[in-house]
């Protein structure tokens, strides 16, 4: 019989703004979310998040096993407390881990996160993600201990509201990976490389995304035009590398440093001034990130920046900035391993660009086929 002793986390992801342009409320509405639980436990518990919240926030969540899709088993609910209310409130900019929960827990299956938000609540923490494993539903009404949510009631979304991370009381064995970054890594490649992991026998391994759109490693917006954009790295990582478990961190960041500068001319929150070197780059990666690994007594992996040609800014000078720095990434000895995804998803006769079928059309972002090349990238070493 397995011996649970060690707290990992088996889901997660990251949270910041969800849009400051228009502040967004809703009420009376039940939020669902189906979590695919890679390890088997006996206990589990919650974190939730209104970091980048101006005011607080209160619902009421439970945990149910999932029938398939977004049905649950009532039978099998239990209400999500925290210091034993089940009122769970969290202040503007802050985040709360749930009381432990006594609930068992089988590798491979589903448990579905419900969440009722009764009154006003300002929709500001929050993080769009996609991919084959990632789902979401909203519903009008308190749905929150029903079966099934309501047909006509009931839409799917992507973006994943104060719930941050679930953790498992599991076996010594299992461990964390956290894939950390920006919209590249917020898309569905970490999924799939949850589904290779599985697929191909690593099944004491959690992949966990901490990656948020828009992001640099060196800048941020301080507007509300551009807020959605997110924390810059500085302080971003260490919030984001509170993982139980974790041993290992996967960074893949710093495009949005290279392609975002157009200058005040045309846009005046964007100016050349805020364009790094590629040693100014690496500054920061090491500062911010490796060092702040290792103190932690991380493995650190860097992942390679992607090709843009063709993305609306690009000119060559970006990229031979994306190169130089691409260059450190894969030669540097302060990092224990480099992840070539450029290698991976470019086109050989043409290494600036995406190879065709690998493009989303976009320049920037991989199809899904080119999420798929990604996640293959990843040596086995990350996984074991």
Known sequence: ???????????????????????????????????????????????????????PVSFQASCAYCISD????????????????????????????????????TAGTEICVSMYLGDFTQMNAGVLITGPMTRGYYSYGNQMEEKELPLDLTRHTNWIYFLNTVDIRTEEKNHALVCFGDS????????????????????????IRRAVSGTRILREYSCITYAAYGIKGETRFPQEMNV????????????????????????PWRPWSDLPTAEQMAEGYTKYYIEY??????????????????????EPFRE???????DWLRTTDLLDGCVDFDKAV????????????????????????????????????LLR
């Open 1 to 55: 019989m397995a011996e649970y002793t060690k707290w990992v986390a088996c889901w997660g992801n990251a949270t910041s703004i969800r849009e400051q342009t228009e502040l967004r409320y809703t009420k009376d509405i039940t939020l669902r979310y189906p979590v695919r639980m890679c390890f088997g436990g006996d206990r589990l518990r919650f974190h939730f998040s209104n970091l980048t919240g101006t005011e």
């Open 70 to 105: 977004h049905l649950i088993n009532e039978e099998s609910s239990k209400p999500i407390t925290v210091n034993g209310s089940d009122l769970i409130t969290i202040d503007p900019g802050q985040e709360t881990v749930s009381d432990e929960m006594e609930y068992d827990v």
């Open 184 to 207: 590249i890594t917020a898309q569905d490649w970490p999924d799939d490389l949850m589904i290779r992991a599985w697929d191909n026998g690593f099944h004491d391994v959690s992949i």
């Open 244 to 267: 139980a478990g974790c041993d290992t961190v996967l960074i893949q960041h710093g495009i949005n440093d290279i392609i975002h500068p157009v200058g005040t001319d045309v846009n």
């Open 293 to 314: 690994a290792r103190k932690l007594g991380l493995k650190v992996y860097g992942g390679t920046l992607i090709p843009i040609k063709g993305w609306r800014t690009y």
């Open 320 to 326: 031979d900035l994306k190169n130089e720095f691409n």
């Open 346 to 381: 470019r086109d050989p006769k043409d290494p600036a660009a995406f190879l065709k079928e690998y493009d989303s059309g976009d320049h920037l972002h991989p199809s899904k086929k080119g999420y798929q090349a990604m996640a293959d990238a990843v040596p086995e070493e």
